[in-house]
């Protein structure tokens, strides 16, 4: 059985990462820049953990309370950061802001490489363990990913939702109709760097060590893929396809040699079988999902 | 004085494989306002195809371990059969990935992940076939040429020059194809209205494979280059190229030829004037430099404004 | 009703995850025979290195027997080359019952996977993990490749004996590889306390394959020795780029390139150069000659490379200190988890005869290798082939 708690965490984290794409895309943004920010929240687990002995306390445990001083420091520094680089760089549009974030990323993989107290190629290691094993691991992960699927559910309702979406339906009329566009823009990088730096936390104590490969080109595809995979009309596509496509080269074990042929297969056919994403509005209504988004039947606010 | 020449040299003939690399992209681009993330694949498809054609035998791992072709042909011949098998791979990918979208009209970023699947399967199966080791294209390829020659006091590689002049051929080649020949004016066409292109009848579905296949092509030959300059370092060497071509297009600007020129001889070019003591930094200077130019021209050097795909 | 779901996908997960540590006060299945694991890069950027490892352990499968006589039960699983996939791999194969571990292929995955065979009580020994720090992670953690920091000083000093005139001496290393970064500090430490140190240290990159910047920058300082720190594919390009563009001074390789994989890359200009080993096709024990047999009746008279030799040694390592800890102690009585801790301290407290030589461990897990090699690459004529001449 390959889906113990472990993968399950991994999955968990790709439903965050893919959500964490799939926010400015609700914005009509192409943002690849995740990697970017999950890197950031690792290296700042990871430098917090293991460079201050005092945040380590006194049990084999690594306290909770340190935890959360990482968690809020990591979504401070990615926020300040989207927030300084978000003005000029959403000025871009389409796949031109697509590959300014994938240079981004870059840039901040090779500074990361560079620089001394990165640990260099070799990376950070011996991170402190906030938890006995995988399970606590999961729970944080799910009250994360809960949360943050909460806060999308009821974005989907308010007016800054329902600005980010006539945006990504129409940017200029957005902005005749007197939308502050280049606010909710930022905005929604805000929300995406900020879940990405959250996960990139979590995932540095998971993974026991983190380094530069950790937010790369690669990481920024395949986050995409994600969100085109599971479907980027509603914020439950991107979860679920983070959670599928995390799960799925795992889970293809027993093909063996043929393993990475079979997923790059379904990778190839996902969105031509399903263009919109496995998961759509329209699947949602038929199915009484009752997060549905339709406007028209939410209560005021 | 020496020295700048030097640098100017190293970068040109580095900015030449990125320049043939974005040419590729920039085909498709151009046509149908989609990256072909597929193209790193066919790259090391085509380093793979020279390296047989011209005897080279397979290691030993691998389905295919010890397979050696019964003849062996000399490198120029090798390379353009090599362009045209990288070519077919190229026109299957549009099949596979691309034409099942373009039918319904729909979303260009689908198409992209769809290529990238397609590239992860044709890696994936190349590493089965022929096992992950590195070759070389030997260098007696080149036969009796002197390995570098002293251009006024610079040194520089012979099969640097031959890299460098083979894609300034490309190049001379491809424009006047471009804006000379029935096709590639039909190509042009395509790309600047599809819809009025159809009304003047041409196939637009036929333009598009001619893209897919002129682009793989391009995509062969620079792989049984950088082949024969360094080498075949196993089915996932074309990737790293990949990333760097994007960037080289963007920066020359979305499905422009010259662009793509401009792009690739610019990264090349700042990549060898990075100070030697800094030369870890080399990568992140080609973004840094790309992410400056985005900011003050958000299409590009010589990008088209009139491009409102994706 | 949110809620509702909420609870019951958390009551779901639960129930997957259900199967917990229960497994490892199970007895030890030993009916298929000696049930080892290991993980590999197969896939990815680091598939060349597992590839080589695959046959090693091939062909120990084959000829070492674990105990009773019986062969080993050997469970490969890709471990990728990003330290997820290792992790994965690593979970599968200790909650499919393994005794002890082989892998990661790469530094960076070990330093991910191990942690979670240590807090198993899983042993584990690395084949191929040379960063400094791998053995520390914990008590469970043992290796077999011997770090640079015996290897390298010796080829410097052979270089300096065989050629007394060197004056300026060039460094390169790819600043993106764990193995680079870490072996170029002990050859600059080396060169330095020969009173050589660098007029140049050269950064490149793991995925690079043009070099001619870093090489033009490094000749106008004339160097009359260059020593690299790279893998098989950039090395061997950098050195064909150096060649070509007219250096004739020494040229010192670090461990990384201990592999005919190299051949093809540099070609005729591999001749010549000097290279650090932790193993050597050419030496003349029982052990190695049966090893370099069996590998060139597999692959068609080819010469083991490094990576291949340790993998065998890991998994030789692991059978025969099973087989000594079984007649002392028949395996069979014991339940999962004692049995991995007994391995695990019998492993250490073993000598092995390898490929490699002669080896055992530090208390910590570090190995412990008798011989050191210095080798010259010498070419056939054609350049396709060659191989390592020991120099002694």
């Known amino acids: 059985m390959p889906l113990d708690a472990s993968l399950l965490v991994q999955m968990l984290l790709g439903a965050l990462l893919g959500l964490s794409v799939y926010l400015p895309l609700r914005a009509g943004q192409l943002s690849l820049a995740t990697p970017g920010f999950y890197a950031i929240g690792g290296y700042t687990a990871a430098l917090l953990s293991t460079r201050f002995p005092a945040l380590a306390g006194d049990g084999a445990l690594y306290p909770l309370p340190s935890l959360l001083l990482e968690l809020v420091l990591a979504a401070l520094i990615a926020g300040a950061l989207a927030l300084a680089i978000g003005g000029p760089v959403l000025k871009l549009k389409g796949i031109y802001l697509a590959i300014a974030t994938i240079a981004l990323v870059e840039i901040l993989r090779v500074l990361n490489l560079n620089l001394g107290f990165t640990g260099g190629a070799t990376g950070l290691f011996a991170i402190p363990q906030p938890f006995e094993g995988p399970v606590g691991y999961l729970l944080l992960s799910l009250a994360v990913l809960a949360l943050v699927c909460w806060l999308c559910a009821r974005l989907e309702r308010l007016r800054l939702g329902r600005a980010m979406e006539a945006i990504r339906e129409d940017e200029l009329a957005a902005a005749c109709m007197g939308l502050d566009t280049a606010r909710v823009k930022l905005l929604s990088f805000l929300f995406s760097a900020l879940v990405a730096a959250v996960a990139g936390v979590i995932s540095a104590h998971f993974l026991n060590t983190w380094n530069a490969r950790q937010g790369s080109f690669d990481a920024s595809i395949t986050t995409l893929a994600f969100v085109v995979f599971g479907g980027s009309r509603t914020w439950l596509g991107p979860v679920v396809g983070g959670l599928a496509l995390t799960a799925l080269p795992e889970l293809l074990r027993p093909v063996g040699d043929l393993r990475l042929v079979v997923y790059g297969l379904v990778i190839l056919l996902g969105p031509i079988l399903f263009p919109q994403g496995l998961i759509t509005p329209e699947l949602l209504r038929r199915l009484r999902w009752p997060f549905r988004q339709t406007s028209a039947e939410a209560p005021a606010p | 004085m020496d020295h700048l020449l030097q640098l100017l040299v190293n970068g040109l003939s580095s900015g030449a494989v990125y320049a043939l690399f974005a040419l590729g992209y920039t085909l498709v681009f151009s046509v149908l306002g989609v990256i072909n993330f597929a193209h790193g694949a066919v790259f090391t498809l085509g380093a793979y195809f020279t390296y047989l054609l011209i005897g080279g035998a397979v290691g030993a791992n691998g389905l295919l371990a010890g397979l050696q072709l019964p003849f062996t042909l000399p490198f120029p011949l090798a390379l353009l059969l090599a362009g045209v098998g990288a070519a077919a791979v190229s026109l299957l990918v549009e099949a596979a990935a691309f034409r099942p979208l373009r039918r319904r009209g729909a979303d260009p970023l689908l198409a992209l992940i769809s290529s990238l699947g397609a590239g992860v399967i044709l890696v994936n199966l190349l590493q089965l076939l022929v096992g992950a080791e590195s070759y070389a294209i030997p260098t007696s390829a080149l036969g009796t040429l002197p390995a570098a020659v002293s251009l006024g006091g610079a040194q520089v590689r012979t099969v640097q020059l031959l890299l460098m002049a083979i894609a300034a051929l490309v190049v001379v080649v491809l424009t006047l194809w471009l804006e000379r020949s029935r096709g590639g004016k039909a190509l042009q066409a395509v790309a600047e209205d599809p819809t009025t292109a159809r009304l003047l009848g041409i196939n637009s579905d036929r333009m598009v494979q001619l893209a897919f296949g002129v682009s793989g092509f391009l995509a062969g030959v620079a792989g049984g280059l950088v082949g024969l300059s360094v080498s075949i370092a196993g089915p996932y060497f074309g990737i790293g190229y990949g990333l760097k071509g994007l960037g080289v297009l963007v920066l020359g600007g979305l499905g422009s030829v010259p662009g793509a020129v401009l792009g690739g001889l610019i990264v090349g070019l700042a990549e060898a004037l990075v100070p030697a003591d800094y030369s870890g930094f080399k990568d992140a200077v080609a973004y840094a430099f790309l992410f400056a130019v985005l900011l003050l021209r958000p299409r590009g050097l010589l990008g088209r404004p009139t491009i409102t795909k994706v | 009703m949110i809620g509702a779901r909420a609870l019951g996908l958390v009551a779901l997960l639960a129930a997957l995850t259900g199967c917990g540590p229960g497994a490892d006060t199970k007895p030890l299945n030993l009916s298929a025979g000696l049930p080892v694991g290991a993980a590999l890069s197969l896939t990815g950027n680091a598939n060349v290195y597992g590839q080589d490892q695959q046959i090693g352990l091939r062909l120990a499968q084959e000829s070492v027997k674990g105990p009773g006589g019986k062969p080993v039960a050997l469970r490969l699983e890709d471990g990728g080359s990003d330290e997820q996939s290792a992790t994965s791999a690593f979970n599968l194969l200790i909650e499919g019952g393994a005794i002890a571990l082989i892998g990661p292929t790469l530094s960076q995955q070990a330093f991910a996977a191990d942690p979670i065979a240590q807090r198993r009580g899983v042993p584990v020994v690395a084949p191929s993990n040379t960063a400094s720090g791998i053995p520390e992670i914990g008590s469970f953690i043992s290796r077999v490749s011997a770090q640079s920091s015996v290897i390298a000083p010796l080829s410097i000093a052979k270089a300096l004996e065989l050629h007394p005139g060197i004056k300026r001496a060039a460094v390169f290393y790819a600043h993106d590889d764990a193995y680079s970064t870490s072996e170029t500090t002990i050859f600059q430490k080396a060169l330095s306390a020969k009173g050589l140190p660098p007029v140049t240290v050269q950064r490149t990159q793991l995925n690079d394959q043009d070099f001619q910047n870093q090489i033009t920058a490094a000749l106008r300082l004339k160097p009359d020795l260059i020593v690299l720190s790279l893998q098989a594919v950039d090395g061997g390009n950098l050195i064909r780029q150096l060649r070509e563009l007219g250096y004739r001074g020494v040229i010192v390789v670090g461990n990384g390139m201990n592999?005919?994989?190299?051949?093809?890359?540099?070609?005729?200009?591999?001749?010549?150069?000097?290279?650090?080993?932790?193993?050597?096709?050419?030496?003349?024990?029982?052990?190695?000659?049966?090893?370099?047999?069996?590998?060139?009746?597999?692959?068609?008279?080819?010469?083991?490379?490094?990576?291949?030799?340790?993998?065998?040694?890991?998994?030789?390592?692991?059978?025969?200190?099973?087989?000594?800890?079984?007649?002392?102690?028949?395996?069979?009585?014991?339940?999962?988890?004692?049995?991995?801790?007994?391995?695990?301290?019998?492993?250490?407290?073993?000598?092995?005869?390898?490929?490699?030589?002669?080896?055992?461990?530090?208390?910590?897990?570090?190995?412990?290798?008798?011989?050191?090699?210095?080798?010259?690459?010498?070419?056939?004529?054609?350049?396709?082939?060659?191989?390592?001449?020991?120099?002694?």
């Open chain 3, 259 to 392: 592999t005919p994989n190299i051949y093809p890359i540099c070609q005729k200009h591999c001749d010549g150069i000097l290279i650090a080993q932790a193993y050597s096709p050419e030496l003349d024990t029982p052990a190695n000659r049966e090893f370099v047999r069996r590998y060139k009746a597999a692959k068609g008279g080819a010469i083991p490379p490094q990576l291949t030799a340790q993998a065998f040694t890991a998994l030789q390592v692991i059978s025969e200190a099973a087989d000594r800890l079984d007649r002392r102690q028949p395996l069979a009585k014991l339940n999962l988890r004692s049995a991995r801790a007994a391995l695990n301290s019998e492993l250490l407290s073993g000598r092995y005869q390898t490929p490699l030589g002669e080896i055992g461990f530090t208390a910590d897990g570090e190995v412990v290798q008798k011989q050191f090699f210095v080798a010259q690459v010498r070419m056939a004529p054609g350049g396709r082939t060659g191989r390592f001449a020991l120099l002694n």
